[in-house]
């Protein structure tokens, strides 16, 4: 019976003790402001980044979500802008693939998108393909945001 209490202290001690949860290699919990994007379509490249509007994608351990909206407080209803979403996202190594579960344009929504992601100082790069068929969009983005701090 001597024995068995330091053994069973030891037990206790040892299953009490919470393992930490492994984080993704790739620090991408945050938030994150977008400060340059464009798209490829066929052989063409243009920036789709619009100065008048702010965007943010919050990051945590299962899902994102993004928000962007214009600088002038929806003032000027010809330049109003709202539009935010969301979902689960998984990563592994570097490939970050969102499911688009929530969108205020429903024809999104259940969409899959996988990125290549890469983080440089406080600037995070995410690239790849944005596919709707069914909306006809077959295209590759490419999205710079810098951490909110």
């Not at 040892?14 to 949860?21: D, R």
């Not at 890469?118 to 790069?125: E, R």
Request: overall charge positive; some cysteine.
């Amino acid at each position: 019976m001597k024995n068995l209490i330091p053994f069973l202290i030891a037990f206790l001690l040892f299953a009490s003790c919470e393992t930490k949860k492994e984080t993704t290699a790739i620090p991408l919990i945050g938030t994150w402001r977008l400060i340059s994007a464009e798209t490829t379509e066929k052989d063409s490249t243009f920036s789709t980044f619009n100065p008048k509007t702010k965007m943010i994608k919050i990051i945590n351990d299962t899902h994102f979500a993004f928000f962007n909206h214009d600088l002038n407080n929806g003032k000027d209803s010809t330049a109003a802008v709202f539009f935010g979403g969301g979902g689960k996202y998984t990563l592994k190594d570097s490939v970050y693939t969102e499911n688009l579960e929530y969108f205020n344009n429903r024809q999104w929504e259940n969409g899959k998108f996988e990125f290549v992601v890469k983080i440089k100082n406080d600037t995070l790069t995410q690239k790849g393909i944005e596919k709707v068929e069914k909306l006809g969009i077959n295209r590759i983005i490419t999205e710079k945001y810098v951490r909110e701090k």
